[in-house]
Protein backbone atom coordinates (compact mmCIF):
# COMPACT_ATOMS: atom_id res chain seq x y z
CA UNK A 1 0.00 0.00 0.00
CA UNK A 2 1.29 3.43 -1.05
CA UNK A 3 1.74 5.84 1.58
CA UNK A 4 2.83 9.21 2.63
CA UNK A 5 3.41 9.72 6.22
CA UNK A 6 4.74 13.08 7.55
CA UNK A 7 6.14 14.23 11.21
CA UNK A 8 3.78 15.75 13.68
CA UNK A 9 2.56 18.47 14.51
CA UNK A 10 5.34 21.75 15.54
CA UNK A 11 4.58 24.83 17.53
CA UNK A 12 7.72 26.76 17.48
CA UNK A 13 8.80 30.53 18.02
CA UNK A 14 9.53 33.28 15.44
CA UNK A 15 13.08 32.92 14.57
CA UNK A 16 13.79 29.32 15.60
CA UNK A 17 15.06 26.46 12.80
CA UNK A 18 12.38 23.70 11.43
CA UNK A 19 12.42 21.02 9.77
CA UNK A 20 9.74 18.38 8.91
CA UNK A 21 9.50 15.00 7.27
CA UNK A 22 7.39 13.05 4.64
CA UNK A 23 7.97 9.33 4.59
CA UNK A 24 7.42 7.13 1.81
CA UNK A 25 6.62 3.48 1.68
CA UNK A 26 4.93 0.98 -0.61
CA UNK A 27 6.31 1.75 -4.01
CA UNK A 28 10.05 2.95 -5.42
CA UNK A 29 10.42 6.76 -3.51
CA UNK A 30 13.28 7.31 -6.30
CA UNK A 31 10.57 6.70 -8.90
CA UNK A 32 8.22 10.16 -7.99
CA UNK A 33 8.84 13.68 -7.55
CA UNK A 34 7.85 14.72 -4.09
CA UNK A 35 5.72 18.36 -4.06
CA UNK A 36 5.48 20.46 -0.90
CA UNK A 37 2.74 22.36 -0.44
CA UNK A 38 1.34 24.77 1.84
CA UNK A 39 -2.32 25.87 3.06
CA UNK A 40 -2.60 28.41 5.40
CA UNK A 41 -5.75 28.72 7.51
CA UNK A 42 -9.01 28.59 5.91
CA UNK A 43 -7.12 29.34 2.60
CA UNK A 44 -6.10 27.59 -0.84
CA UNK A 45 -3.26 25.45 -2.17
CA UNK A 46 -0.03 26.81 -2.71
CA UNK A 47 2.62 24.40 -4.69
CA UNK A 48 5.95 25.15 -3.03
CA UNK A 49 8.16 23.20 -4.72
CA UNK A 50 9.50 19.79 -5.70
CA UNK A 51 12.52 17.65 -5.27
CA UNK A 52 13.55 14.63 -7.98
CA UNK A 53 14.78 11.86 -5.28
CA UNK A 54 16.81 10.35 -7.99
CA UNK A 55 18.95 13.19 -8.60
CA UNK A 56 17.92 15.82 -5.88
CA UNK A 57 16.89 18.44 -8.77
CA UNK A 58 14.65 20.96 -7.05
CA UNK A 59 12.07 23.60 -8.70
CA UNK A 60 10.82 26.21 -5.96
CA UNK A 61 7.80 28.31 -6.34
CA UNK A 62 9.65 32.18 -6.79
CA UNK A 63 7.31 32.45 -3.51
CA UNK A 64 9.23 30.25 -1.58
CA UNK A 65 12.70 30.52 -2.91
CA UNK A 66 15.38 31.12 -0.29
CA UNK A 67 12.98 30.95 2.50
CA UNK A 68 12.46 27.35 2.70
CA UNK A 69 14.63 24.22 1.40
CA UNK A 70 13.73 20.98 0.36
CA UNK A 71 15.58 18.27 0.51
CA UNK A 72 15.78 13.69 0.23
CA UNK A 73 17.23 10.90 1.61
CA UNK A 74 16.83 8.26 -0.25
CA UNK A 75 18.15 5.67 1.70
CA UNK A 76 15.49 6.29 4.22
CA UNK A 77 12.64 7.12 1.31
CA UNK A 78 12.41 10.29 2.76
CA UNK A 79 11.47 14.14 1.76
CA UNK A 80 11.88 17.21 3.73
CA UNK A 81 10.88 20.58 4.18
CA UNK A 82 13.05 23.00 6.02
CA UNK A 83 13.36 26.63 7.67
CA UNK A 84 16.01 28.48 9.20
CA UNK A 85 13.95 31.15 10.27
CA UNK A 86 10.10 30.82 11.26
CA UNK A 87 8.28 33.56 10.63
CA UNK A 88 4.42 34.22 12.38
CA UNK A 89 3.15 33.69 8.60
CA UNK A 90 4.83 30.44 8.19
CA UNK A 91 1.78 29.14 10.27
CA UNK A 92 0.18 26.51 7.70
CA UNK A 93 -0.32 22.86 7.20
CA UNK A 94 2.20 21.46 4.93
CA UNK A 95 1.26 18.75 2.57
CA UNK A 96 3.59 16.20 0.96
CA UNK A 97 2.15 14.20 -2.33
CA UNK A 98 3.83 12.00 -4.89
CA UNK A 99 3.94 13.10 -8.59
CA UNK A 100 4.72 10.79 -12.15
CA UNK A 101 2.33 12.19 -14.31
CA UNK A 102 -0.04 13.12 -12.09
CA UNK A 103 -0.33 14.17 -8.74
CA UNK A 104 -1.96 11.04 -6.87
CA UNK A 105 -1.18 10.47 -3.54
CA UNK A 106 -0.98 13.02 -0.70
CA UNK A 107 0.32 13.13 3.15
CA UNK A 108 -1.61 13.81 5.88
CA UNK A 109 -0.46 16.64 6.07
CA UNK A 110 2.17 19.01 8.98
CA UNK A 111 0.08 21.46 11.27
CA UNK A 112 3.23 24.34 11.81
CA UNK A 113 1.96 27.03 14.60
CA UNK A 114 5.08 29.66 14.89
CA UNK A 115 3.85 32.16 17.74
CA UNK A 116 6.02 33.59 19.81
CA UNK B 1 4.85 31.85 -13.32
CA UNK B 2 1.78 30.95 -14.87
CA UNK B 3 -1.12 32.25 -13.01
CA UNK B 4 -4.59 29.76 -12.32
CA UNK B 5 -7.72 31.61 -12.10
CA UNK B 6 -10.75 30.01 -11.33
CA UNK B 7 -14.13 30.79 -11.39
CA UNK B 8 -16.93 31.16 -9.57
CA UNK B 9 -15.67 31.17 -6.25
CA UNK B 10 -18.56 29.88 -4.73
CA UNK B 11 -21.16 27.74 -6.44
CA UNK B 12 -24.19 26.92 -4.89
CA UNK B 13 -26.02 24.12 -6.12
CA UNK B 14 -28.49 21.45 -5.01
CA UNK B 15 -28.32 17.63 -5.44
CA UNK B 16 -28.87 16.41 -9.06
CA UNK B 17 -27.49 19.89 -10.88
CA UNK B 18 -25.14 19.69 -13.54
CA UNK B 19 -22.23 21.65 -12.42
CA UNK B 20 -19.35 23.87 -14.26
CA UNK B 21 -16.14 25.34 -13.18
CA UNK B 22 -13.45 27.21 -14.95
CA UNK B 23 -10.11 27.44 -14.78
CA UNK B 24 -7.89 29.90 -16.88
CA UNK B 25 -4.33 29.88 -17.34
CA UNK B 26 -2.08 32.89 -17.89
CA UNK B 27 -0.11 31.18 -20.54
CA UNK B 28 -0.50 28.41 -23.45
CA UNK B 29 -0.08 24.87 -20.89
CA UNK B 30 -1.15 22.05 -23.43
CA UNK B 31 -2.95 19.70 -21.42
CA UNK B 32 -0.76 19.66 -17.96
CA UNK B 33 -3.79 20.56 -16.24
CA UNK B 34 -5.19 18.41 -13.04
CA UNK B 35 -8.03 19.08 -10.94
CA UNK B 36 -8.57 18.06 -7.06
CA UNK B 37 -11.59 18.08 -4.68
CA UNK B 38 -10.82 18.75 -1.66
CA UNK B 39 -12.72 17.77 1.55
CA UNK B 40 -12.82 19.97 5.32
CA UNK B 41 -9.87 18.70 7.21
CA UNK B 42 -8.81 16.13 4.63
CA UNK B 43 -5.87 15.91 1.95
CA UNK B 44 -6.63 17.11 -1.48
CA UNK B 45 -7.70 13.81 -3.82
CA UNK B 46 -6.94 14.09 -7.50
CA UNK B 47 -10.38 13.73 -10.12
CA UNK B 48 -8.67 14.36 -13.24
CA UNK B 49 -5.58 14.40 -14.81
CA UNK B 50 -3.59 15.43 -18.20
CA UNK B 51 -7.02 17.97 -18.54
CA UNK B 52 -9.35 15.21 -19.60
CA UNK B 53 -7.93 11.88 -17.80
CA UNK B 54 -10.60 10.85 -15.52
CA UNK B 55 -8.17 9.47 -12.05
CA UNK B 56 -8.88 5.59 -11.40
CA UNK B 57 -11.47 4.91 -8.92
CA UNK B 58 -13.47 8.77 -9.78
CA UNK B 59 -16.80 8.53 -10.22
CA UNK B 60 -17.65 9.06 -13.95
CA UNK B 61 -20.05 12.31 -13.00
CA UNK B 62 -16.60 14.04 -12.90
CA UNK B 63 -15.58 15.07 -16.05
CA UNK B 64 -12.77 17.51 -17.52
CA UNK B 65 -12.34 19.06 -20.51
CA UNK B 66 -10.02 21.99 -22.16
CA UNK B 67 -6.62 22.64 -23.27
CA UNK B 68 -4.46 25.82 -23.71
CA UNK B 69 -5.51 27.90 -21.95
CA UNK B 70 -9.58 27.19 -20.79
CA UNK B 71 -10.45 24.31 -19.38
CA UNK B 72 -13.63 22.76 -17.25
CA UNK B 73 -14.68 20.83 -14.75
CA UNK B 74 -18.14 19.55 -15.02
CA UNK B 75 -19.77 17.11 -12.38
CA UNK B 76 -22.86 15.85 -14.32
CA UNK B 77 -25.55 15.11 -11.49
CA UNK B 78 -24.25 16.25 -8.14
CA UNK B 79 -24.43 13.98 -5.25
CA UNK B 80 -23.81 14.91 -1.34
CA UNK B 81 -20.46 13.42 -1.30
CA UNK B 82 -19.16 16.26 -4.05
CA UNK B 83 -20.02 19.60 -1.53
CA UNK B 84 -16.64 20.38 -1.09
CA UNK B 85 -14.02 22.54 -2.52
CA UNK B 86 -12.11 22.38 -6.01
CA UNK B 87 -8.71 23.11 -7.18
CA UNK B 88 -7.17 23.55 -11.04
CA UNK B 89 -3.10 22.82 -10.73
CA UNK B 90 -0.82 23.42 -14.05
CA UNK B 91 1.78 21.25 -13.81
CA UNK B 92 4.02 22.18 -16.89
CA UNK B 93 7.74 20.96 -17.27
CA UNK B 94 9.12 24.59 -18.21
CA UNK B 95 7.59 26.45 -14.56
CA UNK B 96 6.84 26.01 -11.37
CA UNK B 97 3.54 24.61 -10.66
CA UNK B 98 0.78 26.71 -9.46
CA UNK B 99 -3.03 25.91 -8.10
CA UNK B 100 -5.93 27.70 -8.79
CA UNK B 101 -7.82 29.51 -6.43
CA UNK B 102 -10.59 27.02 -5.37
CA UNK B 103 -13.84 27.04 -5.77
CA UNK B 104 -16.28 26.03 -2.87
CA UNK B 105 -19.28 24.54 -4.12
CA UNK B 106 -22.09 24.55 -1.47
CA UNK B 107 -25.96 23.37 -1.04
CA UNK B 108 -28.20 25.59 -1.74
Known amino acids: EVQLVQSGAEVKEPGESLRISCKGS????????ISWVRQMPGKGLEWMGR????????NYSPSFQGHVTISADTSISTAYLQWNTLKAADTALYYC?????????WGQGTLVTVSS | DIQMTQSPSTLSASIGDRVTITCRAS??????LAWFQQRPGKAPKVLIY???TLESGVPSRFSGSGSGTEFTLTISSLQPDDFATYYC??????????FGQGTKVEIK
Open chain 1, 97 to 105: ARHDGRTDY
Open chain 1, 26 to 33: GYIFTNYW
Open chain 1, 51 to 58: IDPRDSSI
Open chain 2, 27 to 32: QNIHSW
Open chain 2, 50 to 52: KAT
Open chain 2, 89 to 98: QQYTAYSPWT
